[in-house]
């Protein structure tokens, strides 16, 4: 395992991959390593084979957007005619009726009515009076939507599915998680782009429409990268983990490895790590001092619980994915892969991606998955999406460390444990998880990529800056001509 330079990257997500393909494009070599035994991450596809039929799944809907270019020549120069164009339709379901996903005025005003309207008018404007003129400070997730859209309509659908995902009260969870989801929109904003919206092409533009995909899955473009990068000379081992990471005089020294079973010890001259960074923490020797140990203690996650549903139905909506806001539906989103690609099902057949925000070890966690399909199937029976005698087969997955929670006092903890972790020379931590922030599969890219590009330069890039827009996440480039290129410096001068 050993190279001349020793380049070691934890974990081959989406930001360890993409760190790895950048220093090959620079004919520098790197090992990856991986606990589970296949690489992507939380972007991996999942493939079951049910005789002959091939049913694929992402872990949820993945679909890619960005605000830098260079990712966008990035991910074609990987998967060429692959990485195709694909439309999109969202809904969501509130007490029982569906909703287009961004609002669709006529349809939104038609079913809540006018005396519910009129009653979320006059909700938004005391919210307006009380945090827009009055200048009340916002504390919290909630006082953001309220300020924004009301307290009427942030219960009907935002509140509500908030508090599914996070499993602790919106009074509770800190505003970073408005300011990276939904900043720059709110209740007139969203009402003008409803009935306003914009057909420029040339100008960037809300992936509310079209969203690029990879054509078996958005793995493949890990799986590609990991075909390149073993060409170059690269190494990713699965299967494998840290067990104990030694360092002196603010530099990772030495790393003793779980090779999968064997024991071996590598040099790093640089260490990329992606995993979390509470795990992070706990295998450095020494240990950290008392301040950081304690700052960890108080990071938590959110983790899933995953239903796949094969069905012997050729499909089931016209939808990516639905969200469900009302908590007494226990899952918050389901996809139907076929939408996204119709590689990801057998002709004539469909699937159904379901997701359960849980905490590890809660009642939905340890539910095997006949009661966890039983507690789910009387939802979509009364929905009328699909019955009992449809399922061909259901799997169930579990996933730890999905969503880093972001609770009123997790910046003054993370600030903690990144003050310490940002001494250390030769070592950068990027990624979801390796940073503990709630970012999207192309900020993660993009952080993988500043990291490969310091070490090429001999610097060191600001990760803080990544997925900071103070603007919806969801909000980049559709290029209309994928002949246009960017350079690297779109990229790191954007």
Aim: aromatic share 12%.
């Amino acid at each position: 395992m050993i190279t001349k330079e020793n380049i070691l990257i934890i974990g081959a997500g989406p930001a360890g991959m993409s760190c790895a393909m950048e220093l090959c494009k620079a004919g520098k070599k790197s090992i990856i390593i991986e606990k589970e035994n296949c690489i992507g991450g939380l972007a991996r596809t999942f493939e079951f084979r049910e005789s002959d039929l091939l049913f694929r799944t992402d872990i949820g809907p993945h679909r890619f957007f960005s605000k830098n270019r260079y990712l966008y020549r990035f991910i074609e120069d990987l998967l060429n005619e692959n990485w195709i164009s694909v439309k999109r339709q969202t809904r969501q379901f509130i007490d029982g009726k569906f909703y287009d996903y961004p609002v669709n005025a006529t349809q939104a005003f038609k079913n809540i009515g006018p005396l519910r309207g009129a009653a979320m008018g006059f909700s938004y404007a005391r919210g307006f009076i009380k945090y827009q003129i009055c200048k009340n400070k916002i504390m919290n997730f909630e006082d953001y939507i309220v300020a924004n859209f009301g307290k009427n309509l942030g219960e009907f659908n935002m509140l509500n599915y908030t508090e599914k995902i996070w499993g602790i009260p919106c009074s509770e969870i800190h505003p970073d998680w408005a300011k990276q989801r939904i900043k720059g929109l709110n209740l007139i904003s969203a009402v003008k782009d409803a009935l306003f919206k914009k057909k420029n092409k040339d100008i960037p533009k809300t992936l509310v429409d079209t969203f690029y995909y990879p054509k078996y899955g958005t793995g493949l473009i890990y799986d590609t990268i990991a075909e390149k990068i073993k060409k170059c000379g690269s190494i990713i081992k699965t299967s494998s983990y840290p067990t104990q990471i030694y360092h002196e005089n603010a530099k990772i020294t030495k790393i003793k490895l779980n090779i999968n079973g064997k024991k071996q010890e590598i040099t790093p001259s640089t260490l990329i790590n992606t995993i979390p960074i509470t795990e992070f923490i706990r295998l450095l020797s020494p240990s950290p001092p008392k301040a950081v140990v304690d700052a960890v203690k108080h990071l938590k996650w959110r983790a899933q619980v995953y239903l796949f549903v094969t069905l012997d139905k050729k499909r089931i909506t016209n939808d990516n994915w639905i969200y469900f806001p009302n908590k007494e539906i226990p899952f918050g989103r389901v996809a139907e892969m076929k939408n996204f690609s119709k590689e990801m099902s057998p002709k004539d057949k469909t699937s159904l991606f379901i997701e359960f925000f849980v905490n590890e070890n809660d009642k939905i966690w340890n539910l095997p998955k006949e009661k966890l399909l039983e507690l789910s199937m009387k939802h979509f029976e009364t929905m009328g999406l699909f019955t009992r005698k449809d399922i061909r087969n259901c799997y169930l997955l579990r996933k730890k460390n999905v969503y880093p929670s972001y609770d009123l006092d997790y910046l003054k903890h993370l600030k903690v444990i990144k003050d310490y972790l940002n001494r250390f020379e030769n070592m950068d931590y990027i990624g979801r998880s390796g940073r503990f922030q709630y970012t999207n599969q192309d900020h993660s890219l993009e952080m993988g990529i500043l990291a490969a590009r310091g070490i090429i330069e001999n610097k060191r890039y600001d990760f803080e800056t990544v997925g900071s827009e103070n603007e919806y996440f969801e909000k980049g480039f559709i290029r209309n001509d994928k002949t246009q290129r960017r350079t690297v410096n779109d990229l790191l001068n954007k």
